[in-house]
């Protein structure tokens, strides 16, 4: 019998009292029985609107029916098929706003929660008989060619999965010491283990993908020097790491730093477990954050876990216009964390030390809308006031690093610095080289960066068929 309830079955979570005081991930995921009681709210509808929704075209009705089927195995290998890292993208991707979008279930109450029971199937799946399947053959006709992926974020890894599975030699070249780009340096452990990214990984090691980390391209090697030595065709997708400012005063003063400097710190250097690890990070009492993103509510949301007593968000727009998932706002929201709305920093003031102690503020009100259809904020006149803080961290932004852009001959970059590609394919103004993800768009999500290597993996399959 179909569960006809217009809501989803909740996931077991931890409590924000206890949460707000440890990294260990927030949410414990379904049991099974919770994730057969919401499988069965799936109408399994024949023209499938979700997968519509999906930028990496997972066949949702059929993994879920397998799961109503208690077919957990078969349920993660049909996900497989053409999604690279399952467990990650059911913890991260922002579903409300993609599939469950799209699902006939949320016209009368809730969609389908089809984010968590991806988890689900990704957490409790085996996938021995998917590497085997996948494995290339040994007489495969396109065995001998290699292609070079740079960066191992989620478009870089998505890219050499597909490529992998169609029998290319693939080596993904990482800058970092430890793959897994945006996954392991930005999204807290609370968010997303470590160990899931890794897990995610080794199963593409196991499709025969190599990775070489610490490799800085553009120093190191340069996309010249990878074709010198044999590749057939390289795919760029090294993201946007250069995080953005806002210009005001007081901005070099110690106790500012961007997002993207906390939350490695934090997360790759493992700030979150010192004193087991030799990497802390002082953050003081009192820490504000300017932003109104997912990076923002993960920068606060560490923040607090590491021992601040006071700790604000401050975003120029309003509730309504923020673009952090509801999810995540309403988590940090529970944690008690404070939300400044409406209003804009203007200048941070140090202390004799050089230190920050506190942010300037302005108020703001929405005017008319802007490019991105949000109502532009603008300032009220004679609204200043004053918030103590120690640590000032900047979440409004980053952009794509040129380095390599600016040592490839022949790419064509765009006005923000990150590499002109074709939308459809990923490829690029250079013969052989394809991009994507947000070195290409800017910062966007890990699913959409996804759908953009599955692209290019395609492209790059045809083009080397063509040669």
Not at 83 to 102: H, I, M, T, Y
Not at 283 to 303: E, F
Not at 390 to 396: F, S
Not at 445 to 466: L, P, R
Request: charged share 25%; hydrophobic share 35%.
């Amino acid at each position: 019998m179909p569960n006809l309830s217009e809501n989803k079955v909740k996931i077991p979570e931890q409590k924000p009292s206890e949460r707000k005081n440890n990294f260990d991930e927030v949410s414990f995921g379904y049991t099974y029985e919770q994730a057969k009681e919401e499988a069965e709210r799936c109408l399994q509808c024949k023209n499938k609107p979700c997968v519509q929704g999906c930028p990496v075209n997972v066949q949702i009705p059929e993994f879920i029916n397998l799961i109503k089927e208690e077919k957990i195995d078969q349920a993660y290998t049909k996900i497989l098929e053409t999604n690279s890292l399952p467990a990650v993208c059911g913890r991260v991707c922002p579903q409300e706003n993609q599939c469950e979008k799209f699902c006939v279930r949320g016209r009368k109450g809730e969609p389908v929660a089809i984010g968590r029971l991806e988890r689900y199937a990704s957490d409790n799946g085996t996938q021995n008989s998917e590497i085997e399947s996948h494995r290339p053959a040994a007489n495969s006709e396109v065995l001998p060619h290699k292609v070079a992926i740079v960066g191992s974020g989620p478009a870089g890894l998505t890219c050499a999965g597909d490529l992998a599975k169609m029998g290319y030699k693939v080596t993904v070249f990482e800058a970092f010491h430890v793959p897994g780009g945006v996954m392991v340096y930005g999204i807290p452990e609370f968010r997303l283990p470590k160990k899931i990214v890794q897990k995610e990984i080794n199963n593409l090691k196991s499709l025969g993908v190599k990775i070489e980390t610490n490799m800085v391209m553009g120093r190191i090697l340069n996309i010249d020097d990878l074709f010198e030595t044999g590749y057939a065709a390289v795919f760029i997708g090294s993201g946007a790491g250069l995080p953005m400012f806002m210009k005001i005063p007081g901005e070099n003063l110690n106790g500012v730093m961007s997002a993207n400097e906390f939350l490695t710190r934090v997360n790759l250097m493992k700030a979150y477990m010192f004193p087991e690890t030799d990497s802390p990070v002082k953050i003081g009492k009192r820490v504000a954050v300017v932003g109104g993103g997912n990076v923002a509510m993960d920068a606060a949301r560490c923040a607090l876990r590491l021992g601040a007593e006071n700790v604000s968000v401050i975003y120029r727009r309003s509730e309504k216009e923020m673009p952090a998932r509801h999810e995540e706002y309403e988590h940090a929201k529970e944690e008690g964390i404070e939300f400044r709305f409406l209003t804009n920093p203007v200048k941070i003031i140090g202390n004799q030390e050089g230190w920050a102690a506190g942010i300037e503020c302005i108020e703001m009100e929405l005017g008319e809308p802007d490019s991105t259809g949000r109502r532009k904020p603008v300032e009220k006149q004679d609204s200043n006031y004053l918030i103590d803080v120690d640590t000032v961290i900047m979440a409004i932004g980053t952009t794509p690093n040129s380095l390599i852009s600016d040592t490839t001959k022949g790419i064509e970059k765009t006005q923000k610095g990150g590499i002109f590609a074709d939308e459809e394919t990923g490829r690029t103004s250079r013969e052989g080289v394809y991009a994507g993800g947000d070195i290409v768009t800017g910062a966007a999500t890990v699913i959409q960066a996804m759908g953009a290597g599955k692209k290019a993996a395609k492209a790059i399959d045809e083009y080397i068929k063509s040669k």
